[in-house]
């Protein structure tokens, strides 16, 4: 059989393998994270390719799958209006986020920490290279962490828009997943807050550090510190100080709808 052949019969094969998966499925998934590893390999001195690497690639295609499922048609959607809120008294609020470029594949992160009165206490913007939106808000969490207790705060609610970090966060055990090592490494500073939650939130409630993601892959790589909002990030700020609401259309199963 020709490379040609090889490739078609692999692609269209639908047979099913482990887990009920079809082969086509798998055989894309193994080419893509084997290369992907090769790269890691050659160019991070640290990296570890996966213990497991035959679970790694199931769970790739398992959340694959769930992101291709229909939409369920007894849904319609309401429109619901949503603000940044302030912690509580004595309580620190750090909100991160990642970005990236579809065109580039640069990546980048931001972050702000705030008191419970609302009034800007650090922030930071970081160019990451390139990479996956996943690596770039697991970072995120990493330096907001770490400028929080450069701050020597001890009481901090940490919000995020993305709902897989706050996911792989509450996890036990995330030594097979591909940013298992930095998961790990957030754990670890998490360990040193004397109260500490995090939660997922949506974009329209994370706008300040949706703009320090956005903006910062437009510097050199490394990271920038604010101590006072940037001019990019001033008017999402402001906005959340005085309590503004924005508008985000949120689906509802029409059996949860009231009558």
């Known amino acids: ?48 390719k996966p213990n497991y690497p035959g679970m790694v690639i199931s769970a ?3 959340e694959w799958n769930n992101a291709q499922l229909k939409s369920d048609l007894n849904r319609t959607y309401c429109l619901k209006l949503l603000n940044w809120m302030k912690p509580p008294h004595g ?10 470029n579809g065109h580039s594949g640069k990546i ?3 972050g702000v920490i705030r008191c419970s009165n609302g009034l800007w ?14 690596d770039a808000e697991s970072w995120g969490l990493y330096y ?10 001890t009481h901090v609610e940490v919000e995020t828009d993305s709902a897989i ?12 997943h591909p940013m298992g090592s930095l998961i790990c490494c957030c754990k670890n500073l998490i360990r040193n807050f004397l109260c500490f939650s995090l939660k997922h939130i949506y974009r329209e409630s994370n706008m300040v ?31 959340d100080l005085d309590g503004a609401t924005r508008q985000r259309r949120i689906s509802v199963r029409h059996d949860d709808r009231p009558s």
């Not at 309580?91 to 990642?98: F, R, S, W």
């Not at 437009?218 to 909002?229: K, L, R, V």
Request: glycine letters at 8%.
């Open 108 to 110: 980048g992160a931001g």
């Open 209 to 239: 550090a949706d703009c320090l993601a956005k903006e910062s892959i437009n510097h050199d790589y490394g990271i920038i510190e604010f101590d006072s909002p940037p001019t990019h990030a001033s008017s999402a700020y402001l906005d």
């Open 60 to 62: 790739a295609i398992s």
């Open 165 to 176: 970090l706050a996911k792989l966060i509450s996890h036990t055990d995330v030594t097979l």
């Open 121 to 134: 206490i650090k922030g930071f913007q970081i160019n990451l290279g390139i990479g996956e939106v996943l």
């Open 91 to 100: 309580t620190y609020k750090l909100n991160i986020d990642g970005s990236r």
């Open 144 to 153: 907001g962490l770490q400028q929080a207790l450069k701050c020597h705060i």
């Open 1 to 48: 059989m020709s490379w040609e052949g090889w490739l078609q019969a692999n692609l269209f094969c639908k047979a099913k393998c482990n887990a009920g998966n079809l082969w086509c499925s798998t055989f894309v998934f193994i080419c893509w994270l084997i290369w992907k590893w090769r790269n890691n390999h050659i160019f991070e001195s640290h990296f570890r």
